[in-house]
Each structure stands twice: as C-alpha cells, then as structure tokens.
C-alpha cells in the first residue's frame, strides 16, 4: 500500500454486543490520547474502525458489504480512501480471509490486541498492511490509557467490562474463540474505573461479560469474592445510583447473587438470562449445562429475593435436530417465564463450531415460521408486562431528549424504554407515574425530581 499521512480524524462503527460498544469506546480514548479527533459529524474520516461482529453469519457479511461502501463513498467524493481497521469479533475468527480479500484494509486488530492499535497505525501509515490477532498474557485493560482520558464527560449510564471470554463452549457458538478464555479483571482496576466514570458524569453502570456472573476477585483481605461482592463493593459508591450486569449464565446464578437481588438497592430488578431452549435434548446438544426445569428454578429463587423483577432471555431456534415438539416445549417454557422482554435468533452455523457438523441442519422456512411463532409469544408477554406496570410510580434515570418538543426518554428500574415530558435535564433522577403502555415503551407523568 502507499504511504499515507498520519490521519488527523477517526471514526469508529461497533456492531454486535455491548462489549464492543465498550471496546469501541476504549479505541476512541486510545486514539484521542494520539491526537486523533472523533471526525464532525457528515465528514469523512482519515481512519474508519469497524469493530465487528461474528455472532451470526449475517454480522459477519455486513463487514464486507461495509468495506465496500467507504471505499465507494470515498471515490465519489473525489478523495482519498481512508485507512480502514477491522477490529472485533470477525477480525479475530477470519483475519486472514479479511486480508486476502479485501485489499482496502490494512489493520486487522483482535478484541484482545487492539491496545496495540497506535503501532499498528503507525505502521499502516508507512505503507504495510498489519495482522494482529493475538490473545497476550498481558492485557489490554494494563496498557490502555486511563479511563476517560480524552474526553471530558460521558452519558448517564455506562458500560464497564469487568470479565471476558468464555469456556462454556456451547455447541453453536464463536465466542470462546474469538474472545478467548474467561478471564476476570481486578477489583481494584475496575473501582477506580467506576471511580472514573461517576466523576465524569455516570450515574448507571452496567457490568459487562459474556458471563459477567462467572467474574471473580478478592477483597482488600484476600478472600473470594463473586459478582455480588462487586456489587455489593460498587453500591457503597457514592454518586452511583444504579448498577445492572448482563450477560449471565444459569451456571453461574449463585444464590449469593441472588439473593444481593434483594438486598442491594442499587441493584436494578432486572436479569437478563438467556436459555436458548425449553428442549432438555436441545439443551444437552447445545452444551447447555442446564435443563428448561432447572433454569425455571433458578428463576423462582430469583423471583422470591426480588418479586418485581424483571426477566429478559435469549432464544435459538432452528438448532440442528430441533423437532415441531421440541420447539413447542421452547414456547411453552417462554409462557411459563412471562418475560418481560426477550432476543430470538435464527440458528446461524458458524464456521468451526460443532454444530455447525450436525446433522439435520433445519430449512430456513421452518425456521422463519418457528422464529414467527416466538417473536408473537415474546411481544404478548412484553406487552403484558409492561400494561401490568401501568400506575405504578417509579424512579427514571433521564439519558436524552425525545423527538417530540419537551420529550425526555430515560429507563424504568426494569429496564423499561420510558417517555414523558416536563421539565428535567439529562443525568437527573426523576419520580414518574407509569401511565401508556405500548409494546416497546411506556409513557409516563412526571411527579418530581429526585434529589442527587
Ligand atoms: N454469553 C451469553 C451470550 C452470547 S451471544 C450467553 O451465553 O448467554 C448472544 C446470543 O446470541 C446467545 O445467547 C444466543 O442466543 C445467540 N447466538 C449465539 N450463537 C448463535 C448462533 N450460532 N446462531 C444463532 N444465535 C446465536
Ligand atoms: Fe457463547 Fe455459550 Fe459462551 Fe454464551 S455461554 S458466550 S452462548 S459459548
Ligand atoms: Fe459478537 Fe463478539 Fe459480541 S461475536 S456478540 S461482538 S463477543
């Protein structure tokens, strides 16, 4: 490739879960510590991230299809391409393939490598195209600048990574390649990160693993703690005022971070765990490690710390093998739960994982018809859940203004997407009355503010 000026402005797109958003947030103060500006919005960047995603086949064409775009978008405009970074969960899983058949590229930065991605550019400047898939001993979270370096402030709510990776190994899934073993961030580390983020505005923090309840550490005195110490640590904050976790998983759902559910009052009545299946077979197959029975009473003893909570899960369907009946028992389960809300996906065998070898790989008609059925059950109980939380009054942190005239939108306790107008500023705690429910938001009256 020819040599390029050092690029003066970036731009950073994050597909996929959370912890991309996090990472993606993590490169912009890497790069903002290089001198590299956030481009204006409308304008060109020098250098595009794209911080990608390898969950479901569809994740992963959309990078290519993206490549493209900026390369076109770049020619018509007369200019010169901008240096373009794939990062993330497909740079990871298919870097090589990246390189070979996208000539534009010329960093190919893993999720576990990218605070190496200043050298990386400097290299890409002179010319070279650079690979840099490693999973080293010593971590990002050590080398990367300081939390909020670069930038004054952040919103309300903030995402904080406080474990990665994992050994589950589920049948379907690309995860614990391409995001590696589970590894748990020091306690320490992750105080003086929430430190940081309260200071620069932050009044919601969400924990974020692929098993955030698999985290573990060890208090000042040396002794084991799991998620619910680091809860039960971060409540004692001052300034913070609400703390959410995702995503967990029902073998790590100990009773300790149960029963914090009903314990610590910053700890928002919301679970989000996933389940994939109400099948036991379907289960087994997918390395689930739990049955439907024993997931349900995970959940009864949530629901007996914490009786209002919330409960949000993750469904597959079209897993190789899965009969008519055994996507019934799915349905049945999901009426079972009651869900406040849910994600449901198509199967998507994905390249190197064990079911991807199955046999009996379902048609994609049967499983639009089966993701149909669920998708209706899901809205019903959404719906349901959030006309069952019609007059109750509830605190809403405010996170931006709406698209009407006076329109501010902020969350419910339960995750609820929450609107009301009124006088409030962004970052204020409000008292609201739940009054429209529709099935996506609620609508609410403003009572009063809630002092800080
Ligand atoms: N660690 C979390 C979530 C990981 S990915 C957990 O175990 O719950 C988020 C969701 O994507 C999964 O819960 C699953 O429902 C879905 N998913 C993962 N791999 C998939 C695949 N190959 N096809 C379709 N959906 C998939
Ligand atoms: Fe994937 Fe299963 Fe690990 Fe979740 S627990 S990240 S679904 S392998
Ligand atoms: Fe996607 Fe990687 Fe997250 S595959 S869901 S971005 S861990």
Redesign the pocket.
């Known amino acids: 490739m020819p040599k390029t000026t050092p690029p003066r402005t970036y731009r950073i797109k994050s597909f996929g879960?959370q912890m991309n958003v996090y990472d993606g947030e993590r490169m912009a103060e890497l790069l903002g510590a290089q001198g590299i500006a956030p481009a204006p919005d409308g304008e060109e960047a020098d250098l595009v991230v794209l911080n990608t995603c390898h969950?479901?086949e569809k994740a992963a064409e959309k990078v290519y299809s993206d490549i493209g775009r900026i390369v076109k978008d770049a020619r018509r405009e007369g200019g010169a391409a901008p240096l373009i970074a794939v990062a993330g969960c497909v740079a990871q899983a298919e870097g090589e393939e990246i390189m070979a058949r996208a000539p534009s590229v010329s960093m190919v930065v893993g999720p576990q490598a990218y605070h190496r991605l200043p050298e990386m550019l400097a290299r890409a400047v002179d010319g070279d195209r650079v690979t840099d898939t490693d999973m080293p001993a010593e971590t990002k979270f050590d080398a990367l600048p300081p939390r909020g370096s670069g930038r004054r402030k952040v919103g309300p709510t903030a995402f904080l990574t406080v474990q990665e990776g994992?050994d589950?190994f589920?049948t379907?899934?690309v995860?614990p390649y391409t995001r590696g073993a589970e590894v748990s961030r020091p306690i320490t580390d992750l105080i003086a990160e929430a430190a940081r983020l309260i200071d620069a505005g932050a009044r919601e923090i969400t924990l974020l693993g692929?098993?955030v309840n698999a985290w573990t550490g060890k208090d000042g005195r040396g002794r084991a703690l799991g998620l619910d110490g680091l809860v039960r640590e971060l409540a004692a904050m001052p300034g913070l005022a609400r703390i959410r976790y995702t995503?967990s998983?029902p073998a790590d759902m100990t009773q300790a971070l149960i029963a914090a559910h009903g314990e610590v009052d910053k700890l928002m009545p919301f679970l989000h765990l996933?389940v994939?299946s109400g099948s036991d077979r379907v289960l087994s197959a997918m390395n689930r490690s739990h049955t439907a029975d024993s997931y349900l009473r995970i959940l009864e003893r949530v629901r007996a710390a914490r009786p209002d909570i919330a409960l949000s899960g993750?469904?597959?369907v079209g897993f190789p093998g899965e009969t008519d009946a055994e996507f019934d028992e799915t349905l049945r389960l999901v009426d079972a739960v009651g869900y406040a809300q849910c994600?449901s996906?198509?199967?998507?065998a994905?390249p190197g994982?064990p079911a991807a070898q199955m046999d009996g790989q379902i048609a994609p008609e049967v499983m639009d018809e089966r993701l149909a059925r669920l998708q209706q059950a899901i809205n019903r109980d959404q719906l349901a859940f959030n006309e069952a939380s019609l007059g109750k009054t509830c605190e809403v942190l405010v996170e931006r203004e709406g698209r009407h005239q006076g329109q501010m939108l902020g969350k419910s306790p339960w995750l609820q997407s929450v609107h009301f107008s009124g006088e409030a500023q962004i970052g204020e705690m409000v008292r609201v009355e739940l009054a429209e429910a529709g099935p996506n938001s609620i609508g609410a009256r403003l009572l009063e503010k809630v002092a800080a």
């Open positions: 879960c969950i479901r994992c589950k589920c379907y899934c995860v692929q098993n995503t998983h996933p994939q993750d469904f597959i994600f996906f198509k199967y998507s994905r994982t």
